[in-house]
């Protein structure tokens, strides 16, 4: 089914066509990550059993490839993960001379690779990169993207001419064990829930808005309830993954999450997150692996887009508004109409 409109629409909202089989034009089919079922995953209830399956991952993937390379950021999923590595592995790490949001990952990425040896290299992020690379992740995508996928299509080439066979990444922490503080906060009602998860409100940007709503409609529970946990469960882990899955596959770069194939065996406990400890069994497993730091307050993967996109006018396509607030929009809100419209102008040709 051809609907450019809904899925710009979907692409505002969630920043992905969440909807297999609707795609922008003839000849697009765009995939979404298929997820692993529970009852296929391990389960673990403690920091010492995730700490056993990930060694035995990594048992496993030494054997298979030669030379294996890391994403390393400043915070403890991808710490954790580090120091399974090999010494002389590669670590790569974002770095922008645009922005300062990189700064803390730099020292903190810094010492966990002499921690275990590893050699770090410093992936630098610019306007120019996103302009280089954006065209060809979303080509791969058959829609327009996440910021992230740019920057790390470029740190896999990277890794691919230092001879890496594969990528570690430790997104799935998040989604598995409960880093998703900041919605994991407080029960929601369901419209204070949509109104708070959805990226941009498709009826403030595009001309041409469609109902893109019905992901929180399976999550409904009576009038004014949600299952939120149900919701981020499904489409909010589904949004992280797909990007990951995307930038990778179009980079032509394995990678292997080996958070993604876990699950909690007992419920997440809503009250030790809402204390302040977040992820509190990968924060146990941080203190065994690093007894001699303090954990890291939880960051998001930073993007330097905020610097990059901010005298940026906004698009001038037909299927924008001419009315948009652009003066109080975010950087990434700011992205995800740059990236729209660079996609919209490849695919359709400039309007």
């Given amino acids: 089914m051809i609907d450019k409109e809904y899925c710009l629409s979907s692409y505002m909202a969630y920043r992905y066509t969440y909807k297999d089989g609707v795609d922008y034009a003839e000849g697009m089919c765009h995939k979404n990550f298929e997820p692993i079922p529970d009852d296929k995953k391990t389960a673990v209830k403690s920091a010492r059993e995730i700490d056993e399956k990930i060694q035995r991952d990594f048992d496993r993937l030494h054997g298979k490839y030669k030379k294996i390379g890391i994403l390393l ?26 922005s300062e949001v990189f700064d803390s990952d730099i020292k903190r990425s810094k010492e966990y690779s002499e921690k275990y040896g590893l050699n770090q290299k410093l992936i630098d992020i610019s306007f120019d990169d996103y302009k280089a690379f954006t065209p060809i992740v979303t080509k791969h995508k058959c829609g327009p993207v996440h910021s992230i996928e740019p920057q790390i299509y470029k740190a896999a080439k990277q890794a691919q001419a230092d001879g890496v066979e594969l990528m570690i990444i430790g997104d799935g922490a998040d989604y598995v064990f409960g880093g998703m503080d900041q919605l994991l906060g407080k029960d929601w009602k369901y419209d204070e829930f949509v109104n708070r998860y959805i990226s941009l409100d ?22 004014d309830d949600i299952d939120f946990q149900g919701f981020m469960d499904d489409l909010c882990t589904n949004e992280s993954y797909s990007s990951y899955m995307n930038a990778f596959n179009a980079s032509g770069l394995p990678y292997f999450d080996p958070y993604e194939d876990l699950v909690m065996a007992e419920p997440k406990d809503l009250q030790r997150i809402r204390n302040g400890e977040s992820k509190y069994l990968i924060r146990d497993l941080y203190k065994m692996k690093y007894p001699e730091r303090e954990v890291p307050k939880k960051i998001p993967m930073p993007r330097p887009v905020d610097m990059i996109f901010k005298d940026w006018t906004g698009p001038t396509r037909s299927e924008f508004r001419k009315d948009i607030p652009m003066n109080k929009l975010s950087g990434n809100q700011k992205w995800q109409l740059w990236c729209a419209e660079l996609f919209l102008n490849l695919t359709f040709g400039n309007d």
């Fill in 73 to 98: 950021s400043g915070g403890m999923d991808s710490a954790v993960l580090a120091s399974y590595m090999k010494p002389g592995s590669y670590a790569y790490t974002f770095v922008s001379k645009q």
């Fill in 202 to 223: 498709p009826e403030l940007v595009l001309t041409h808005p469609k109902y893109v709503y019905e992901p929180f409609e399976k999550y409904r529970i009576g009038k």
